[in-house]
Structures are given as structure tokens and as C-alpha cells.
């Protein structure tokens, strides 16, 4: 039985994660959350959830998990701490060769004819200036991870759009936005799920990044 820890498993990619993983019978999934009673409304009275700050929890209690998938969200006004648990998380997998995957925003792919961070688009968006520190920070930790190579990590970035709704079938690409023939560029919360667990059970991609879109 292969133990999946899923950080931030109340929020919308987490949660879309941890049911897809509960509904493996080769998974022991744990949801880690702050707030247990929303996790609860969110996964079930049944879910098994660690309650507790990740970034203060011991390393040897997330040594224990043979995967940890970081979907941590803590909103634009502490999206520094991104890039702490990052760093955490390394050290935790350092020690204890865990396996982690990282789900990314799509600020850090490259668009454009010039291959321009994505993020830079996100910037001249109306209203980014109140959430715009979230991508710039998933960069941040993007090209920190760039730098580790001593541990077994794999990042996965969303479409523009990530939004709610069911896994599809999908198409996975490198470092550049993808965008399908209509010109739109969209994944939903459970087709990233869908490939998350795809990499659990079937590891394939390691030591980098990459996106996803809708087929």
C-alpha cells in the first residue's frame, strides 16, 4: 500500500486529488489541513485527515509518506510561504527519499513568440494587482525547484484556466501554455487529478515540469 499525503486537500485541486486518490484500493491517502471541520464538509465525516500547520509540522511525520503532492494554497497575502514548504518539503524527501509532486500555477510557463513567463500577461490583468503575488510566487518556487536535483520531485502546471469539473482526457506539453485548437487554454480541477494519480501509480515524469489541458 503506497501512502499519498495531499496538502491542502480542501481546496480545490486537493480535494479533487484526494478523492481520486481514495478512489484507489493501492492507495492509503491522508488529507493534510488546517481546518478540519471545512475539510470534513469537503471530503466526507470519513475522510483521514492530519490536522495541523504543514510548515511547522515535524519531518519525520511527513517522512512517513511515500508520496507527498503539494497542492497548498495559503492566498495571495502569504504566498511566500509557497516557496518555504517547498524547501521543507525537499529537505523532508532528503531524508526520507519520499517522492513529491507540486502542482504549480501556469504564471511559470513560457508563451508567447518571444517565450515570455506567463505571468507577465497575468499581471496586465484587471484586478491582478490584489492576487498577483500568488503566481509570482509559484515562479519563484518553480525556478527554485529548477535548482534541486538530488531528490525525486515533479511539477504540474494548470492550463490558464483551472477551473472546477470532471476529469477528461488530456494532453500534456513541457515549459510553454498550452493552448487547444479553439484557441482556449483550460484544465479542470478533476482531469489535474486525474494525471496526479496517473504519476502516483505510474511514475514517469521526474525532476521537472510539466502542464496539462483538456483534450
Not at 8 to 29: C, E, F, K, T
Amino acid at each position: 500500500m503506497t501512502k499519498v499525503a495531499i496538502i491542502g486537500a480542501s481546496g480545490m485541486a486537493g480535494s479533487a486529488i484526494y478523492q481520486q486518490a481514495a478512489g484507489n484500493d493501492g492507495l492509503a491517502v491522508t488529507g493534510i489541513i488546517r481546518d478540519e471541520a471545512k475539510a470534513r464538509q469537503v471530503l466526507g465525516a470519513n475522510a483521514n485527515l492530519l490536522v495541523g500547520d504543514v510548515l511547522t509540522l515535524r519531518s519525520a511525520t511527513l517522512g512517513e509518506f511515500d508520496i507527498i503532492v503539494d497542492a497548498f494554497n495559503p492566498g495571495p497575502a502569504h504566498a511566500d510561504q509557497q516557496l518555504d514548504l517547498a524547501k521543507k518539503l525537499v529537505q523532508v524527501a532528503q531524508q526520507h527519499s519520499a517522492r513529491l509532486i507540486f502542482i504549480l500555477g501556469a504564471g511559470s510557463l513560457r508563451t508567447g513568440s518571444d517565450r515570455h513567463y506567463f505571468v507577465e500577461d497575468i499581471a496586465k490583468t484587471p484586478g491582478a494587482d490584489k492576487w498577483i503575488n500568488t503566481p509570482r510566487q509559484q515562479l519563484k518556487e518553480y525556478q527554485y525547484l529548477m535548482t534541486v536535483n538530488d531528490v525525486d520531485w515533479l511539477g504540474i502546471s494548470p492550463s490558464a484556466m483551472f477551473v472546477p469539473g470532471p476529469a477528461s482526457k488530456y494532453v500534456i506539453g513541457g515549459d510553454d501554455l498550452l493552448v487547444n485548437g479553439d484557441g482556449q487554454s483550460q484544465v479542470t480541477a478533476g482531469t489535474m487529478a486525474k494525471l496526479v494519480i496517473n504519476e502516483v501509480c505510474a511514475p514517469h515524469y521526474h525532476q521537472q515540469r510539466i502542464t496539462v489541458i483538456d483534450a
